[in-house]
């Protein structure tokens, strides 16, 4: 069965009948990464992924038991519905449709409550360090020791990875980022990942990232490359250091650079495969640090 083709769809029916579902309508949502498809039976909504190959069985019962650890907390998080399936050489889960939908043309005081979100995400978060780390994850200031030089610079692109990888592995250990606190972290706290009702918090979206990490790394993401004002929200919840805020900027070229790592050590098609890589060092070079000066108003 091609499972990158037509194939998939003969499929779907046979999955979802593990959880004893007939559905009335199945419409896909995302083909990157893992796989999600849209699931409708009568006036129930699900979603339906097929986890990319190279998960291991471990990294996927982390994220699924993090959700159920959030879900029994009150948050509004898809927690898994039944166990996983394995079908086809894939493993699938199915997890409840959450309502809602993202702020669109996100405004500035909407990125400073997202901040607001993460930093109370993280109270959470925090008691469950005594998960360890993630199968096949690393801390953002471990992965600027990842370098592999040797290996990256036979190409002009894997060897400005290589090049920035040096920098910014340079400027956090000057900074002592390997000392700063750490928690179970989202990964992925953008606009696009919160679902809102009503102005109401609904969803809370793709914790696909979540492992254990600096908690710096975390608002770094949710900051992206110059998103200053979910910083400053963040600081309304949570404090950070002033070594935390002054490695905002090189946390996120971290992740973005061990992003590239991952992409450079996949057999991946050479289109995407420079795609990406591009997408990455633009990132790396467009972000700025944050603006301590006028985080407070």
Known sequence: MNLEGTGIVELIPHVLSAWDIVPDDVSPISGSGNRHWRVRRGRDGFVLRMYRRGQSDLSIRYELD????????????????GDTVLHSGFVFALFPLLPGS???????GQRRGRGRILAELHRELSAMTDMGQRSGWKRADEAAHSIEADRLRPSAM???????????????NAAGASSFPVTVIHGDLIAQNLHFQSDQLSGVLDFDSVH???????VACARRSAQDEVVRGY???????AAE??????????????????????????GRHE???????????????????????
Request: glycine residues 4%.
């Open 245 to 270: 805020l002054g490695c905002l900027d090189d946390l996120w070229r971290a992740t973005v650079l061990q992003y590239a790592l991952q992409v450079l050590r996949d057999d991946m098609a050479a």
């Open 102 to 108: 993202p702020h669109e043309g996100e405004t500035a």
């Open 158 to 172: 894997a060897g400005t990875i290589a090049f920035h990888l040096e920098r910014v592995r340079d400027r956090l």
């Open 66 to 81: 993090v959700l159920t650890r959030l879900r029994s907390r009150g948050w509004p998080v898809a927690a898994a519905v």
């Open 275 to 297: 795609t990406e890589l591009q997408w990455c060092v633009k990132q790396v070079e467009k972000t700025i640090p944050f603006d301590c000066k006028a985080r407070v108003e």
């Open 235 to 241: 600081l309304e919840i949570a404090p950070l250091t």
């Open 212 to 218: 254990l990490d600096l908690r710096a790394a975390d």
